[in-house]
């Protein structure tokens, strides 16, 4: 029940195309979904997040989309570019005490030019 | 501000010996996190504390510990060291808790031999 499943594994998209990697959850206690992008040789950094009171969030070129009922958010990556290369994570956790974060097992992205 | 950093970066131990991981937070920031990433499994929750406090502990067995300082620092250790163990550790603080954005370190890489 804590698992996070993330796919797919690997992605190939041309410049200016869309990036879409997806996740999926089994805990309905999770609250809160962030999503971290990772550089080689850096620790993951956080790109957005969202919490279940909302279905969509953008933030730039980047957007997650949340489906409550099917228990599964997306993040799009629009207009991508090579410099979006990076190994993308997804992640849950519940917002109500010291709640670890659960990953996805990571999608690395590789935008060609 | 300055990140997070943690040292060393690079580690090499033998099996059977300890080793000690130190990870110094965003200032201000009071929850402190480490995590084990490896290929095969993931970014994997190791433990969390709060102002020198345990809050959260993975499922990792007891040869890996850590603690936290009244300056928010933190240090792992993990103890008779097994060739399973080589991974990147990362560290990641937040105000309050990985729910309210952690950033992480650029981690420490060991490697067991």
């Known amino acids: 029940q804590q698992q996070v499943k993330q796919s797919p594994q690997s992605l190939i998209v041309q410049k200016g195309g869309i990036s879409i990697i997806n996740c999926a959850y089994e805990?309905?206690?999770?609250?809160?979904f962030p999503w971290y992008q990772q550089f080689p040789g850096k620790g993951p950094a956080l790109l957005i997040a969202i919490r279940p009171d909302v279905s969509e969030k953008k933030e730039g070129r980047f957007t997650i989309s949340f489906n409550k009922s099917a228990k599964q958010f997306s993040l799009h990556i629009m207009d991508s570019q090579p410099g979006d290369s990076a190994t993308y994570f997804c992640?849950?956790?519940?917002?109500?005490?010291?709640?670890?974060?659960?990953f996805g097992q990571g999608t690395r992205l590789t935008i060609n030019p | 501000k300055a990140g997070v950093t943690q040292t060393p970066r690079y580690l090499i131990k033998t099996r059977g010996q300890q080793v000690t991981l130190s990870c110094s937070p965003i200032s201000g920031h009071r929850s402190v996190s480490w995590y084990q990433q490896t290929p095969g499994q993931g970014l994997q929750f190791l433990f969390e504390?709060?102002?020198?406090?345990?809050?959260n502990k993975g499922n990792f067995p007891g040869r890996f510990s850590g603690r936290q300082f009244s300056n928010s620092r933190s240090e792992m250790n993990v103890s008779t060291l097994e060739l399973g163990d080589s991974a990147l550790y990362l560290c990641?603080?937040?105000?309050?808790?990985?729910?309210?954005?952690?950033?992480f370190g650029s981690g420490t890489r060991l490697t067991v031999v």
């Open positions: 504390y709060f102002s020198e406090t345990q809050r």
């Open positions: 990641a603080s937040s105000l309050w808790g990985g729910n309210y954005g952690y950033t």
């Open positions: 805990n309905t206690a999770f609250d809160y």
């Open positions: 992640a849950a956790s519940r917002e109500q005490g010291a709640q670890k974060l659960v």
